[in-house]
C-alpha cells in the first residue's frame, strides 16, 4: 500500500490523516485562531491548516466570485480576500508554536512564493490548492523545498493532475499525495462525486488518496465517513468556532462537536470495514464446520453397497464434505451403515482401491526466486527434477501440478507438452485450497505433498513415508526432523480426510498461504507420525532444499560434486538421495580441514 510521511505519522495505514482547516475562519484575530488551534485539537484533528496569502498578489481587483453569493455576498475575490490577509510571518511562527503546544500539525496553503519560503520551515508538509494545479511556478517553489507535498484536484482533469504530478515529482517532492476536491462552496451532495476517489486511486497507485471536502455537513458526518469508505487516507474538512456565522467558509465548516463525532463515527467504521480480502474469518470457524453440508445416507447400506442412489446432503459439514458429492456416488460402503450416517472417508471404498496421489503445488512462496520452478540444475529446471523423481515412486499413482491464476502461459506450455501432467489453478495465496482442489480433481486418498523447492525429492523416501503412512493410519506422517534436517527428500503424507479437516478449520490467511501440513496438522490436534530415516540419511546439519539464489548455488556445486564421485555422465536426476547427503557431509570435511 502506498503511504506518505507526515511528521510523526506514516499516513496510508488505514488510520486516516485529519486536517481541520481552519484557513481564515479567524477572520484576522490573532487571538480567535489560537482558540480554534485548542477547539480542533480537542475535536480530535491530526492537523490544522491556515490560508496564506496577500489579496494583492493573489486577485486582480476585478476578479469575479465563483462562490454562493447567498452565503458569501462578496462580488469579488479581491474583496473578500483583502477582509482576512492581514497575518504575516510573525503570526504563523505563533500559530506554529501554539499547535506544537496542541500536539497537532501546523500546516498552511501558501499561495505565493514568498510565503513557500517562511512557511516550509513550519509545516511536515506543504499543501497545494486546488486552483494552483497549473500554476507551475509555484509548483517548482513548493517541489524544490523537498517536503511532502498534499495536491488538491478540485476543478482539474486527470490530465491536468499527472501534469502536476510528474512535475512536483521531477523538481523534487520526495512524496506527494492527492486529494479529490470539488471547487464548489458549498459543494452540494449531488456534486460530492466521491467515487472520483477511487478513480484517482486507480490511475495513480503508487500515490496516497485524501479528500478535501466542501459539503455542508450533517449530524453523522456522512460525506467523510463515505469518503474514507472509498478510499482517502487524509480527509479535510473546513472548521469553524460558528457553523452559524455568515460568509466565508464557516457555512460549509464542521465545528468541534462534528469533528469528535466525525472520529466516533470513523472507529466505528474502520470496526465494521475490518481489512480486506475475501476469506472465511476464525469467528466462522463453526459455521463451517456445521452449517455447511455433509454426504448422508438417505437409508440404510450393506457393506460393499453402491452409494449411487443412497445419499443426500445435509447439515452438518462434520463429515465428506457435499463438495465430494459426486465422487462418493462412484464409492461403495466399506461396512454396514445406518440411515442418516454422516458419512466419513473410513466408511467408503473406490473402486480400484485406495489411490496415492503426489501434488506439487507451485503456489504460496511470495519469498522464493523469480520464476522459481524454471530455474536450472544440472541441464534440467527444478520442475523437471521434482516432476521426473516424483514419477519414479512406486507408491504414487498420479502427478498434479497446482499453479496459482496468472502464471505465464509458457509454464503451462512445458508441462503438458514436456510431462503431459495433469494442471490446477487457484488463488496465488491460497496453497491449501491449491492442494485440496488437486486432490478432488485426482479423486485421492492418500496425498503426497512435494515442493518445487526440493529438487532433490528422492523416490525411495517418498516410497518410505508413504508406506508408513499406509502402516500407521496417522493423519500426516512426515520425515522425522528431530535428526532429519535433510528435510524434502519426501514431503508430508497426508489422509484425504485430514485434508479436508484443515481446508474446513484453516482461515488464517498467512498458514493458507504456507499450507505447511505438518505445522499445520499439529496446530489442529491432527495425529502427526515421524517416520524415521535409515541412518544412512540421518543428519542434524544436512541442507538441501532451495529459498534463496545462495542456496541453489550451493546445490549446483553439491551436484558437481556427486558427478564426479558417482562417475555419473547420464541424467542427474536419477541420482540417489544418499549420494547427495554424503557428498553434503564430504563438503563439511573438507571445509573443517
Request: glycine share 6%; charged share 25%.
Amino acid at each position: 500500500m502506498p503511504c506518505i510521511a507526515i511528521g510523526h505519522r506514516v499516513v496510508g495505514d488505514g488510520e486516516p490523516y485529519v486536517i481541520a482547516e481552519i484557513g481564515v475562519n479567524h477572520e484576522g484575530r490573532l487571538d480567535l485562531a489560537v482558540e480554534m488551534i485548542t477547539l480542533a485539537a480537542a475535536g480530535g484533528a491530526d492537523a490544522v491548516k491556515f490560508q496564506t496569502y496577500k489579496a494583492a498578489t493573489l486577485a486582480a481587483r476585478e476578479s469575479a466570485s465563483y462562490w454562493d453569493t447567498a452565503k458569501e455576498p462578496a462580488r469579488s475575490q479581491f474583496e473578500l480576500f483583502s477582509r482576512y490577509d492581514g497575518f504575516g510571518e510573525t503570526e504563523y511562527q505563533l500559530l506554529a508554536e501554539e499547535c506544537s503546544v496542541r500536539g497537532v500539525d501546523f500546516l498552511s496553503t501558501p499561495f505565493d512564493e514568498g510565503a513557500v519560503d517562511f512557511l516550509a520551515p513550519l509545516m511536515p508538509c506543504i499543501k497545494v490548492a486546488s486552483a494552483d494545479i497549473t500554476n507551475v511556478s509555484l509548483l517548482r517553489k513548493i517541489a524544490a523545498i523537498g517536503k511532502p507535498v498534499l495536491l488538491s484536484c478540485g476543478a482539474s482533469t486527470l490530465a491536468e493532475t499527472r501534469e502536476a504530478v510528474h512535475l512536483l515529482l521531477e523538481v523534487g517532492a520526495p512524496s506527494l499525495a492527492l486529494l479529490h476536491c470539488v471547487l464548489n462552496y458549498p459543494t452540494s451532495d449531488a456534486n460530492a462525486n466521491l467515487l472520483m476517489i477511487r478513480d484517482l486511486r486507480e490511475a495513480f497507485p503508487d500515490l496516497v488518496i485524501g479528500y478535501s471536502d466542501h459539503t455542508v455537513p450533517d449530524e453523522s458526518m456522512t460525506a467523510l465517513t463515505a469518503a474514507y469508505m472509498a478510499g482517502a487516507d487524509i480527509i479535510e474538512k473546513h472548521f469553524t468556532y460558528d457553523k452559524s456565522l455568515p460568509g466565508n467558509d464557516h457555512y460549509h465548516a464542521m465545528d468541534s462537536a462534528d469533528l469528535a463525532r466525525f472520529r466516533q463515527r470513523l472507529d466505528l467504521t474502520r470496526k465494521l470495514a475490518g481489512t480486506a480480502g475475501k476469506r472465511a474469518l476464525d469467528s466462522e470457524r463453526p459455521a463451517r464446520m456445521n452449517a455447511r453440508r455433509s454426504v448422508v445416507l438417505a437409508k440404510d447400506v450393506h457393506s460393499g453397497e453402491s452409494l449411487c442412489k443412497a445419499t443426500v446432503a445435509k447439515r452438518p459439514g462434520t463429515g465428506i464434505t457435499a463438495a465430494n458429492y459426486d465422487e462418493v456416488l462412484g464409492m461403495s460402503a466399506a461396512r454396514d451403515l445406518p440411515s442418516d450416517h454422516i458419512l466419513m472417508w473410513s466408511d467408503v471404498m473406490r473402486a480400484g482401491g485406495e489411490r496415492t496421489v503426489a501434488v506439487l503445488d507451485l503456489g504460496g512462496a511470495k519469498n522464493r526466486l523469480p520464476h522459481f520452478e524454471m530455474a536450472e540444475l544440472g541441464g534440467f529446471r527444478l520442475i523437471d527434477w521434482v516432476i521426473e523423481r516424483v514419477r519414479q515412486a512406486s507408491t504414487i499413482d498420479e502427478l498434479l501440478v497446482a499453479i496459482p491464476d496468472g502464471e505465464d502461459d509458457g509454464l503451462l506450455t512445458h508441462l503438458a507438452v514436456e510431462h503431459a501432467v495433469s494442471v490446477v489453478r487457484g488463488p496465488r495465496d491460497d496453497a491449501l485450497h491449491h492442494i485440496v482442489t488437486a486432490a478432488r480433481r485426482s479423486r485421492a486418498d492418500v496425498i503426497v505433498c512435494v515442493s518445487v523447492a526440493n529438487p532433490l525429492v528422492d523416490p525411495v523416501e517418498i516410497d518410505r513415508v508413504v508406506r508408513f503412512f499406509r502402516a500407521s493410519r496417522p493423519d500426516c506422517a512426515c520425515e522425522d526432523a528431530s535428526d532429519y534436517c535433510a528435510s524434502g527428500l519426501a514431503g508430508p503424507v497426508v489422509s484425504r480426510a485430514a485434508l479436508e479437516y484443515l481446508e474446513m478449520c484453516v482461515t488464517d490467511p498467512q498458514s493458507r498461504e504456507c499450507a505447511t501440513l505438518v505445522s499445520l496438522a499439529s496446530a489442529e490436534n491432527l495425529r502427526v507420525e515421524a517416520a524415521r530415516p535409515p541412518s544412512v540419511l540421518a543428519s542434524s546439519d544436512v541442507k538441501l532444499d532451495i529459498v534463496t539464489e545462495a542456496d541453489l548455488g550451493r546445490l549446483r556445486g553439491l551436484l558437481s560434486l556427486v558427478q564426479q564421485e558417482e562417475r555419473h555422465a547420464g541424467d542427474p536426476r536419477s541420482l540417489p538421495a544418499t549420494a547427495f547427503v554424503a557428498a553434503w557431509r564430504e563438503q563439511q570435511r573438507r571445509g573443517h580441514h
